[in-house]
């Protein structure tokens, strides 16, 4: 079955850029469906950062349209969010997942967790 | 931003049945399919009841969702100690133009 991975530097300084990849593993569909994006602050609720398709298109929550950056790499099998100009506010759980249709996301990844300070 | 309206919390004995609700809109749930998902302390959500009402492989069928006008339900009959956890519902949200995720709801089994 399909697996997701995330990776990337678990600290980042304010005002800088964070930058995360998905590894997407397993799955005779692992093609179908490219990723999306969810994060978590400490003690709160999911929040849809944004998605990207087969195609490439991406498709942005308005509230990180102006900062964020989601990738694919079908190469390698995997997708990266860059979210620049991080504040505090920043701080999550980062999720990747599997976009299947509308809201419905398997598998996620395990998450991880990025925290903004200097 | 906006959420999916879901109480904080919820709470039952071991063998009850607790349902928990979801309130949205005409440009989320009024028109679109709803998600649950269950969060286990420490854990990533994982896929509870999709379409409403269809269960992934693997999840009991003491799960079940259901959907009427804007609002959505998931109920949990024969409550165990393992369903303490979050659950989230979620919908596609026009508005949004992406989905949109309820607040969570704490389920505590007393």
């Known amino acids: 079955q399909v697996q997701l991975q995330e990776s990337g530097p678990g600290l980042v300084k304010p005002s800088g850029t964070l930058s995360l990849t998905c590894a997407v593993s397993?799955?005779?569909?692992?093609?179908?469906?490219?990723g999306t994006w969810v994060r978590q602050p400490p003690g709160k609720g999911l929040e849809w950062i944004g998605e990207i398709y087969p195609s490439g298109t991406t498709n942005y929550n308005p509230l990180f349209k102006s900062r964020v950056t989601i990738s694919i790499d079908k190469s390698k099998n995997q997708f990266s969010l860059k979210l620049r100009s991080m504040t505090a506010a920043d701080t999550a759980v980062y999720y990747c997942a599997m976009p299947r249709s509308g809201s419905r996301f398997d598998p996620w990844g395990r998450g991880t967790l990025v925290t903004v300070s200097s | 931003q906006s959420v999916l309206t879901q109480p904080p919390s919820a709470s039952g004995t071991p063998g009850q049945r607790v349902t928990i609700s979801c309130s949205g809109s005409s440009s989320n749930i009024g028109i679109y399919t709803v998600t649950w998902y269950q969060q286990l302390p420490g854990t990533a959500p994982k896929l509870l009841i999709y379409d409403n009402n269809q269960r992934p492989s693997g999840v009991p069928d003491r799960f079940s969702g259901s959907k009427s006008g804007t609002s959505a339900s998931l109920a949990i009959s024969g409550l165990q100690s393992d369903d303490e956890a979050d659950y989230y519902c979620?919908?596609?949200?026009?508005?949004?133009?992406?989905?949109?995720f309820g607040g969570g709801t704490k389920l505590a089994v007393l």
């Open positions: 979620a919908a596609w949200d026009d508005r949004l133009n992406g989905p949109l």
């Open positions: 397993g799955g005779s569909d692992s093609s179908n469906n490219w």
